[in-house]
Antibody
């Protein structure tokens, strides 16, 4: 049974870098799936941050693209997120998730879902 | 970006009620619409994908419908464990976007 577990960075200072890992168990990160990060500010909706494939191919949300870097560590079966120049607006619960895709033509897939998700980790940006 | 609008943002219901949640896309997304259930302090859980396909293990009282811009999640005979927040998500185009959520309360 696949399980995902985010690391817990806790508090990050404004203008600093948020770093998160997602450890995957029960499933190889080198499978045919992509892996994604989604965040949820307190009391608000969900925002897709981006996704990564085990070959290090990435797709980022344009709203965050200039500040986001994702990577994969196949030896540890985990993937990571770095978000630079953080502000209070980046305070959120961050989730990692496995991505399912169907109806793909080239690099474009029309049916994309997240399942399962990690439990989430609250990252607070504050001095 | 495709904007996803859910209505209502919250609703009150009782056990046994039939509940309907609506999700509207700012442009046509065919049937590339997913629904998630989220309980307090927990991660979202996929319920329905491609507008009407129930995920294995999800009770049949959950049904999804719609295409184009208008979609509906219906819960028939609401159960105590169904009180939660429901989110829709489009995957027709990147960036993937979610609705604001609908909280189903007692």
């Amino acid at each position: 049974q696949v399980q995902l577990q985010e690391s817990d960075p806790g508090l990050v200072k404004p203008s600093g870098t948020l770093s998160l890992n997602c450890a995957v168990s029960g499933y190889s990160i080198s499978s045919t799936n992509w892996w994604s990060w989604v965040r949820q500010p307190p009391g608000k909706g969900l925002e897709w941050i981006g996704e990564i494939f085990h070959t290090e191919r990435t797709n980022y949300n344009p709203s965050l693209k200039s500040r986001v870097t994702m990577s994969v560590d196949k030896s540890k079966n985990q993937f990571s997120l770095k978000l630079t120049s953080v502000t209070a607006a980046d305070t959120a619960v961050y989730y990692c998730a496995r991505v399912g895709k169907q109806y793909c033509s080239g690099d474009t897939c029309y049916s994309v879902w997240f399942d399962p998700w990690g439990q989430g980790t609250l990252v607070t940006v504050s001095s | 970006d495709i904007q996803m609008t859910q209505s209502p943002s919250s609703l009150s219901a009782s056990v046994g009620d039939r509940v309907t949640i609506t999700c509207r896309a700012s442009q046509s997304i065919s049937t590339y619409l997913n629904w998630y259930q989220q309980k307090p302090g927990k991660a979202p859980n996929l319920l329905i994908y491609n507008a009407l396909n129930l995920v294995s293990g999800v009770p049949s009282r959950f049904t999804g419908s719609g295409s184009g811009t208008d979609f509906t999640l219906t819960i028939n005979s609401l159960q105590p464990e169904d009180f939660a927040t429901y989110h829709c998500q489009q995957s027709y185009s990147s960036p993937l976007t979610f609705g604001g959520g609908t909280k189903v309360e007692v």
